[in-house]
């Protein structure tokens, strides 16, 4: 049975996810403007890891093709 530690401890890691996702997609939105909805979904699923990479890799992004790419290619690592 998961003692209540464990439950804190899901409680925090996904609180930081949700921050994390909340923060990539405003700067997003910043940089190559609006995200449509099915982009969201895919930013959605991924993992704290994913997220984190994605921070950096939006730095170099020209516009959505590149956001694209990125998430085409992490969902192909995530499968592996």
Request: zero cysteines; charged letters at 25%.
């Amino acid at each position: 049975m998961p003692s209540i530690r464990n439950w804190i401890d899901e409680g925090r890691e996904e609180g930081f996810r949700e921050g994390m996702q909340i923060v990539i997609k405003r700067q997003l939105a910043q940089k190559i403007g609006i995200i449509n909805p099915p982009v969201q979904k895919q930013l959605e699923q991924l993992s704290v890891f994913q997220l984190e990479n994605l921070a950096i890799a939006l730095l170099d992004f020209s516009g959505e093709q590149d956001l694209r790419t990125w998430l085409n290619e992490a969902m192909d690592n995530r499968v592996q």
